[in-house]
């Protein structure tokens, strides 16, 4: 079947409601994973006061969503950040923008399998000295993840719905323990005291604002969801809300366990939850390792449902290459779009290890790789103040304070991760991110430019191509009416 055919399908309207589309965001965020793997480097940068970093990153990260909730409000499409840049912006920013964050995702997803096979191996089949085992462990978990996307929709949500329940469980059941019996030494308002002002307090809230990353999972549903202008913004704001005070509740009671006065204890440890548990619920401590590989897997599957939907539209859009748009007749799902982002992650995740070890990969994959989504974060909330400034020249009032302060009050935050990933002075291999960013964002520059020369009547058909038939039918300034 011609992909104009199979795409011509399109996806399955109305599937899901409020529950079903924030569930993906919150899941990609994956919370358990973050306070097992984050608390403990930010008590060592900023002391007992990571409950404080997360609650003010979560506020700060409020406004980005708060950006996406805006623009899924008025064009709910499968393209998310790739549609609202192109209206705001122009394609080929839209193109440059999508092509850096889809590579960016890309790389960092492939540190984060590696790690996951290797942690597999070491934890759950006793470390067994077979060579190779590792990447095979890493390509059998890739496909076990992608099965569901391609599977169905809601599939592949019920799925994350079961795996982030036992996470988030487990994960409150052993916080509030930890509270309810009031820690080592008892119950301290000193985590929500202000740490001080060193450069190492600005790198704990670069780790808790990156905390939040994958929040916007909702917004390509859009087109699948019912009421998805209502239901959409509030699916993107409440997964930075719900997930914000999971960090809070988990980092304050993971302080509380060790004792605010022994925040070193905690920083050396290298499994603190596991510590915590075998003191405060005993019966949780065998299943920490189950917990991470819940929270890792329905991030993973939440991740490729929403991606896959970002380059499928952007494949029907013509902004690459139109097999991706190919929707399965079976299971009315865009499985090729799933399968050739899953496939590269994997690849560049094995392959990293004829370099360095998975646990060095990971961190430094996912380091390079997270500045892609930073960019996107960007531009989106720079689109919106763009957006209300062209609706405002054509008669249309937007309220000002989320339109325009707000996405201000984002841009300033996510300043505070890129300084951290940047900064200069770091050891090597980080001492050369600089250099790969700037290479990151010259392959989309250059990819978009290459568009434009030679398939301009790609960008000129696409900003309608991306929004998709019920953003079009209700768009605002309708492609072609704005000057």
Request: proline residues 6%; contains cysteine; charged residues 10%.
């Amino acid at each position: 079947m011609a992909a104009t055919e199979s795409s011509a399908r399109g996806l399955q309207r109305g599937q899901l409601g409020l529950f079903g589309v924030i569930m993906p965001g919150l899941a990609q965020i994956a919370p358990a994973f973050n306070l097992f793997f984050t608390t403990g480097v930010m008590v060592g940068l900023a002391g007992a006061s990571a409950p404080l970093i997360f609650l003010i990153s979560m506020v700060g990260m409020c406004a980005t969503a708060s950006s996406l909730a805006q623009f899924a409000g008025v064009y709910p499409s499968a393209g998310s950040f790739i549609t609202y840049i192109t209206r705001a912006i122009g394609t080929r920013v839209a193109v440059a923008i999508g092509v850096i964050t889809l590579l960016g995702y890309i790389i960092a997803f492939g540190g984060i399998y590696i790690f996951v096979g290797s942690y597999i191996v070491q934890n759950v089949l006793g470390n067994p000295h077979i060579w190779g085992i590792t990447p095979i462990v890493t390509i059998v978990y890739g496909v076990l993840v992608v099965a569901p996307v391609v599977v169905g929709l809601k599939f592949g949500v019920r799925i994350t719905v079961v795996l982030y329940v036992f996470e988030v469980v487990l994960l409150l059941a052993l916080s509030l323990t930890i509270l309810f019996r009031g820690g080592a030494s008892g119950l301290s308002a000193t985590p929500f005291h202000w740490p001080g002002g060193s450069k190492d307090v600005l790198l704990a809230f670069s780790l808790a604002v990156l905390a939040f990353g994958g929040f916007e999972a909702a917004a390509p549903l859009a087109e699948e969801t019912r009421d998805p202008r209502r239901t959409v913004p509030l699916a993107v704001l409440g997964a930075v809300l719900v997930s914000g005070v999971i960090y809070v509740v988990g980092s304050y009671a993971l302080v509380t366990a060790f004792g605010v006065g022994h925040a070193g204890v905690l920083a050396a440890d290298g499994n603190p939850f596991h510590t915590a548990a075998k003191v405060f619920l005993p019966f949780v401590a065998p299943l920490i390792t189950w917990v991470f590989l819940s929270s890792v897997t329905s991030s993973y599957v939440a991740a490729n449902t929403q991606t896959s939907r970002v380059i499928f539209a952007g494949a029907r859009g013509g902004l690459w290459s139109r097999a991706l748009a190919i929707v399965s007749p079976r299971f009315r799902t865009p499985a090729w779009a799933a399968i050739a982002f899953v496939a590269p992650s994997i690849l560049i995740g094995v392959v990293s290890t004829a370099f360095t070890d998975p646990g060095t990969a990971s961190g430094f994959l996912g380091t390079y790789g997270i500045l892609g989504l930073i960019i996107m974060y960007l531009m989106a909330n720079l689109a919106l103040i763009v957006e209300w400034a062209k609706f405002r020249r054509h008669g249309i009032r937007k309220n000002p304070w989320l339109w325009v302060v707000t996405p201000a009050v984002g841009i300033i935050v996510l300043a505070i991760p890129v300084y951290g990933d940047l900064r200069p002075g770091q050891p090597s291999p980080y001492n050369i991110l600089p250099w790969l960013t700037l290479g990151l964002i010259a392959v989309g520059v250059i990819y978009a430019l290459v568009l434009g020369a030679t398939r301009p009547q790609a960008l000129a058909q696409a900003p309608a191509l991306l929004e998709g038939d019920e953003s079009l039918a209700t768009d605002p300034l309708p492609v072609g009416s704005v000057d």
